[in-house]
């Protein structure tokens, strides 16, 4: 069993539709993060959990809502996206709570397509 | 702003060396992580550094100089399965990890 596991591992949506990313993970860690990686760009955080709290939302649109109901699991819920949103979606884990101190565990990934 | 630089992509034999730098100019310095993510994988770690110098680790090394804002990867014996995006990060004074666009790099028979 890996230490962050995400699914699906592919998702295509019109911009009409709505769905869900799943991370789950099994490393006992206090923080977890959602990260957008576009082709030949930066990774950009988008939201950080500490404790199951929020800790930070780098303006990311409304369209995007991060759910997390334990320290093990992380949504991310989907909702009228832009073409522009198609991207590979990341999780990742870190046993700090939100300042990062040290390594992070992160997931596959979610190849999204939004069309 | 925070910006962090290293080649878009780089090219090297099996068998040879390479060296991936990495400049950056952010808020403070916490530290430098190392990853490297093969196509359609998870960014893994490799190195971490905080203080000036270079840290071996098999046929791996990672070398800081925080005055100079400069780090480098260094690969030996390059294998076929190095072929990934390497990509830098830093820990800037707030604690939060700024990331380099990485490198990919094609290693080739």
């Known amino acids: 069993e890996t230490g962050v596991t995400q699914t699906p591992r592919h998702l295509v949506m019109g911009m009409t539709n709505k769905k869900s990313l799943k991370c789950e993970q099994h490393?006992?860690?206090?923080?977890m993060y959602w990260y957008k990686q576009s082709a030949k760009k930066p990774l950009e955080l988008m939201f950080v959990y500490s404790l199951e709290e929020r800790v930070e939302n780098n303006s990311v649109p409304s369209r995007f809502s991060p759910e997390c109901p334990n320290s093990s699991h992380l949504f991310l819920h989907l909702h009228t996206l832009q073409p522009e949103d198609s991207a590979l979606y990341l999780c990742?884990?870190?046993?700090?709570?939100?300042?990062?101190?040290?390594?992070?565990?992160f997931g596959e990934g979610s190849r999204l397509t939004v069309l | 702003g925070q910006n962090i630089d290293q080649p878009t992509e780089m090219t090297a034999t099996e068998g040879a060396i390479v060296q991936i730098n990495c400049t950056y100019q952010t808020s403070g310095f916490n530290g430098l992580f190392w990853y490297q993510q093969h196509a359609g994988e998870a960014p893994t770690f490799l190195s971490y550094?905080?203080l000036d110098g270079l840290e071996e680790k098999g046929r791996f090394s990672s070398f800081l100089s925080r005055s100079k804002g400069y780090s480098y990867l260094l690969l030996k014996e390059l294998q076929m399965k190095d072929s990934a995006s390497y990509l830098c990060?830093?820990?800037?004074?707030?604690?939060?990890?700024?990331w380099g666009a990485g490198t990919k790099l094609i290693i080739k028979p």
């Open positions: 490393l006992g860690h206090n923080a």
């Open positions: 550094n905080v």
């Open positions: 990742a884990s870190s046993q700090d709570s939100g300042s990062v101190t040290g390594e992070l565990f």
């Open positions: 990060a830093v820990i800037d004074s707030n604690y939060q990890l700024i």
